[in-house]
Structure formats: C-alpha cells, structure tokens
C-alpha cells in the first residue's frame, strides 16, 4: 500500500479533498462455479474512495445449484492481488440445511481480475463443517449477504 496508510496519520480537509470518491453504484454479481442455480435477487452495490471499493451483495437462491466446483462471486472493479484479501459473508440455507454458514469470499496473490477465488464457510452445526462452497451447496432458497471492502487493482 502506499504511504497514505501509515500509522497515526492525521486526516486533513485537503487530503480528504484530493481522494476521489465514487457515488453508490448498482451491480449485478456474477456468480461462477454455481452449477446452474437459479436466483430470485442478484444485486448489490459499490461506491469506490481512491482504490477502496465498499461493497454489498445479496443473492436469494430458488433453484439449487450442482456439481463440485468452487462458488464464486465476481466484484464491480479488478481486485488488487499483492496480498491475500477476504470479504465476510453470511448464509441461511446453504449445505441443504437450515443451518447458518458463516465465511469468507477469498482473493488470493494467484487469482486475477474481479473473480473472487473461493468462498470458504463455516456452519454451526455440531460438526461446524469448515469447506470451500460448491455449486452442490447451493440450495433452493438459500441466501447469501456480504458487506465489506477491499484495495482494487
């Protein structure tokens, strides 16, 4: 990151004023990897300040996904990969339960572009099941909610 990041930086009306910041944006996320699942809500939002992107999805799902590829979610901008970064997301439904599954939408130094490279979740159920999700994972009414930012390329 740049020098902007350092410790104990006091913010000024004229650095603040330098930054370029984006007014709110509607996207639709693209969802790979999801075995032909069907979806009742695809949006989300974005506004951008510099290379931060602010982000909000929110899928519902109505027609189960298959198959054992990696889910992934594509964000509004290039992702930057110099270091690993994660956005949280939250699920009901998903894994064909009524279980909640909590994680991460995952970008690693490998990957390229606005795809992420995984979605990797927790359940809480008593065998709190730690695993990437797949397509197979994704369950007719199912819902997934991310908020969050991360540094665009």
Partial sequence: MGTDWVAGM???SA??????MSAQRSYVPTVGGDGGAAYSTQSGWYFQVGTIVFVNI????????SGAVNVTIDMPTDVDRSAQQII???GE?????AS???????????GSGAAADRLRGSS?????????????????GAIIRAQGFYLSA
């Fill in 10 to 12: 006091t913010l000024t």
């Fill in 15 to 20: 650095r603040l004023a330098a930054s370029t």
């Fill in 58 to 65: 929110y899928l519902i799902i109505t027609g189960a996904g």
């Fill in 88 to 90: 949280p997301f939250s």
């Fill in 93 to 97: 439904g998903l894994r064909g339960s």
């Fill in 100 to 110: 909640d599954v909590t994680g991460t939408i995952q970008f690693f130094t490998s």
């Fill in 124 to 140: 809480d159920t008593g065998t709190n099941i730690d695993t990437n999700l797949t397509g197979a994972d994704l369950a007719a």
